[in-house]
């Protein structure tokens, strides 16, 4: 059960794309379809942004894309705008019914 | 319109108890596996619980084993007993849908301090 590896922090200028990795292992993000993302703004509850590696829930951007190789999940932000501006979390389905999150990046809009 | 209600967080001192409470509205709750969720202050995510949708099915972190009992019935609880300083965090409710949680609550604030 231990956590995913995410950046610390990475940032961009609006209008650019940005991409924030999540490293597991082959118990989780390498052997699940079930790896998910979510936003979250300073005091606020987490929002779900991809499901199942690459689909996105309705009313979410389509600026946001996930992607998958091997043991690494990707996150990509396309168009990158200042309420983008925020903590993102992978999350991946680890067997027996658990789930494992990332350490959390933080984005900054430059 | 879907969503979930915590209650139940505040101070408690190390070695007490708190039971946490999360209230649905908008969906068929038995439906669903639902999860407890935390994140201790200034840190990341963290899967606490989880349970299937009669209840026979519940599992944990190892850090909260032994110690904390997630259960259900038209709402969603988390016994919490043998608090320590590390329990303190936001405690969050989520919907459970094909492998991710898609609906979040606000969060209810837990302190393990004396």
């Known amino acids: 059960q231990s956590a995913l590896t995410q950046p610390a922090s990475v940032s961009g200028s609006p209008g650019q794309s940005i991409t924030i990795s999540c490293t597991g292992t082959s118990n989780d993000v390498g052997s699940y379809n079930f790896v998910s993302w979510y936003q979250q703004h300073p005091g606020t509850a987490p929002k779900l942004m991809i499901y199942e590696v690459s689909k996105r829930p309705s009313g979410v951007s389509n600026r946001f894309s996930g992607s998958r190789s091997g043991n690494t999940a990707s996150l990509t932000i396309s168009g990158l705008q200042a309420e983008d501006e925020a903590d993102y979390y992978c999350?991946?389905?680890?067997?027996?019914?658990?789930?494992?999150f990332g350490t959390g990046t933080k984005v900054t809009v430059l | 319109e879907v969503q979930l209600v915590e209650s139940g967080g505040g101070l408690v001192q190390p070695g007490g108890s708190l039971r946490l409470s999360c209230t649905a509205s908008g969906f068929i709750f038995s439906s669903y596996w639902m999860n407890w969720v935390r994140q201790a202050p200034g840190k990341g995510l963290e899967w606490v619980a989880n349970?299937?949708?009669?209840?026979s099915d519940k599992y944990y972190v190892d850090s909260v084993k032994g110690r904390f009992t997630i259960s259900r019935d038209n709402s969603l609880y988390l016994q919490m007993n043998s608090l320590r300083a590390e329990d303190t965090a936001v405690y969050y409710c989520?919907?459970?849908?094909?492998?991710?949680?898609?609906?979040w609550g606000q969060g209810t604030t837990v302190t393990v301090s004396s």
């Open positions: 989520a919907r459970v849908s094909h492998y991710h949680m898609d609906v």
């Open positions: 349970i299937n949708q009669d209840g």
């Open positions: 999350c991946s389905y680890a067997g027996s019914s658990t789930f494992v």
